[in-house]
Nanobody
Framework: QVQLVESGGGLVQAGGSLRLSCAAS????????IIWFRQAPGMEREFVAAITRSGGTTYYADSAKGRFTISRDNAKNTVVLQLNSLKPEDTAVYHCAAAQRWTPYTVNINDYDYWGQGTQVTVSS
């Protein structure tokens, strides 16, 4: 059983940066790809970024390319999502999920083995 805890969210002005962390415990972290997705009020879940088990391949939504960077440290059981050049439309709750079988660029909770409660990101204009 893997537990995922997100942190690092907050309130930031447009153009600012945040560093989100996804900390894992309780299981073999390196066996899972890690996916970040977000959900704004009244909106569908949206894929943001993902990283494979080894960290060798990363995936980004078009809205995240060039602004967000995902990385992982398997020795520390942590995945970081660096958010730069934030925009008001990035406002959402950001979740990380762990999956052994998953489809890039989509969000399907049924594919994920575990996910966290999320961290709120609010970007003011």
């Amino acid at each position: 059983q893997v537990q995922l805890v997100e942190s690092g969210g907050g309130l930031v002005q447009a153009g600012g940066s945040l560093r989100l962390s996804c900390a894992a415990s309780g299981g073999p972290f390196s066996r899972y790809a890690i996916i970040w997705f977000r959900q704004a009020p009244g909106m569908e879940r949206e894929f943001v970024a993902a990283i494979t088990r080894s960290g060798g391949t990363t995936y980004y939504a078009d809205s995240a390319k060039g602004r967000f960077t995902i990385s992982r440290d398997n020795a520390k059981n942590t995945v970081v999502l660096q958010l730069n050049s934030l925009k008001p439309e990035d406002t959402a709750v950001y979740h990380c999920a762990a999956a052994q079988r998953w489809t890039p660029y989509t969000v399907n909770i049924n594919d994920y083995d575990y996910w966290g409660q999320g961290t709120q990101v609010t970007v003011s204009s």
